[in-house]
């Protein structure tokens, strides 16, 4: 147990700790994030099961480890699968975070739902009442008896529940409400959340049960806590999508069993979270016909291609210094592109506000699209409507070139799909796409050739 108490100072961005307050922390440089907490000196051993399993280190040759990917199992959520990689790993950890009100409890409830018909599931709440997960159900229909509440925040009682019971998964809602006894500072401080967080990884190794940790998360959009939060863990999910659109965009920032690339797209509905199986049909509805400054760019998230409507509103500026605005893309990389137009075309862009905007609100940075964002602008500038059955794609250098982009193959066939009858891309590209029939294939090299193309 623990021998003795000492205060330290943390740093709240990355977890650093320090024995007396400093004004910018040395790791991460940020400035007033030291927090005086009581640590706990000496070595808590033989607490859970894992620790008390191990008993001796046994070194073992990697050729003898058995390994098969057939032992994951499926959510029942396809799009969450995806993600994954594949399904949930026995005893892996993983931390789900997003805004409030996103629907990261709503998600986790919904995997109860599905994997409770043959599974034991252990749902722990610190921030919700029995009642009022109850009501939440409600609204997503029937759940089996095998999924088991418990509305608890103490560490102590929460790991030997779980000892006990042996469920087959967890879900812990959220990290942040967990306090151990041991440690002497407030529920939601650095030193409770890895205390926390390690105990959960112990049970997660040693008993084989894979945990789900949802997670708050700060201002600037990541996981409240420190930085080795995300360290600890096997995967780290983020909920993004604003909380007042219908649509939801699950994304892998960090997965050792799978790829980071990949996304899940859900629609928030009256019953819960519906998965949107064709993003890019979904992503494409109410597009306006015949107006200037509209076109469709192909992206490509994971192994999924997904096609967006990029929108662009380039106007006279009654100022000195002209209004530059993106939504869903990066701001500099647009500036960037305008300033290629104006070089390499001679358009004169500098005295003229410029909106670009990603319909439907999802972000995409992909350097494919910048071809797509090239001609919404020149369109726009020219109040001249692209043809509403012409997709592009292709990454823009500095000296107005049209380069290669990966996986185009796979970006031609997901227009052809949707209906679309002219595909303007890099003209390296053409040999790779030749043998695709029923789509009109325009290969350009610079953007000089792509605005002729619309023209």
Not at 75 to 89: A, F, N, P, Q, Y
Not at 188 to 215: C, D, H, W, Y
Not at 333 to 341: F, G, K, S
Request: proline share 4%.
């Amino acid at each position: 147990m623990a021998k003795g108490k000492k205060t330290v100072f943390f740093c709240q961005n990355c977890g650093h700790e320090e024995s007396k307050w400093l004004g910018q922390c040395p790791m991460c440089k940020e400035w007033n994030t030291f927090v005086e907490e009581t640590a706990v000196t000496g070595v808590t051993k033989g607490t859970t099961v894992a620790a008390r399993s191990v008993r001796e280190a046994k070194v073992v040759p990697l050729t003898q480890v058995t390994a098969d990917d057939d032992v994951r199992c499926e959510t029942g959520i396809r799009e969450l699968d995806r993600v994954l990689g594949g399904g949930i790993v026995p005893g892996s950890l993983v931390l789900v975070g997003g805004d409030p009100g996103i629907g990261k409890s709503t998600l986790l409830l919904q995997v109860c739902q599905r994997m409770a018909q043959m599974k034991k599931i252990l749902y722990i709440s610190g921030e919700e009442s029995q009642t009022q997960i109850r009501l939440r159900a409600n609204r997503m229909g029937e759940f089996s008896s095998n999924l088991l509440l418990l509305c608890e925040t103490n560490l102590e009682i929460i790991r030997g529940v779980i000892e006990k019971e042996r469920p087959e998964l967890v879900i812990i809602d959220s990290i942040q409400t967990m306090y151990s006894e041991n440690v002497g500072s407030a529920p939601g401080s650095v030193s409770q959340v890895r205390e926390s967080t390690n105990v959960f990884m112990q049970l997660a190794k040693g008993l084989m049960i894979p945990i789900f940790i949802v997670g708050h998360v700060t201002k600037e959009g990541t996981v409240a806590g420190p930085r080795v939060l995300e360290h600890m863990v096997d995967t780290v999910l983020y909920f993004e999508g604003d909380r007042h659109a219908s649509y939801r965009i699950l994304r892998a920032v960090k997965n050792r069993f799978g790829s980071t690339n990949e996304i899940g797209v859900f629609e928030m509905c009256q019953d819960g979270l519906a998965e949107v199986e064709n993003p890019s049909e979904y992503m494409l509805n109410g597009r306006p016909e015949n107006a200037s400054g509209s076109v469709v760019a192909c992206s490509i998230e994971g192994t999924r291609p997904i096609l967006i409507e990029i929108q662009a509103l380039v106007c006279r500026s009654n100022f000195g210094m002209p209004r530059r605005t993106a939504t869903g893309t990066d701001y500099n990389r647009v500036n960037l592109l305008m300033a290629v137009l104006e070089k390499r075309l001679g358009l004169s862009l500098s005295s003229c506000d410029a909106y670009v905007n990603i319909a439907g609100g999802i972000r995409m940075n992909e350097p494919a699209i910048d071809l797509g964002i090239v001609l919404a602008l020149v369109s726009s500038y020219r109040n001249r409507p692209i043809d509403e059955k012409t997709i592009v794609f292709g990454e823009v250098g500095l000296s107005g070139e049209v380069r290669a982009v990966n996986m185009p193959e796979q970006r031609v066939n997901e227009a052809k799909k949707l209906g679309f009858e002219t595909c303007i891309l890099p003209e390296v590209a053409l040999k790779t796409v030749q043998n695709i029939k029923g789509i009109r294939l325009v290969g350009v090299k610079n953007i000089g050739d792509a605005v002729n193309v619309i023209s």
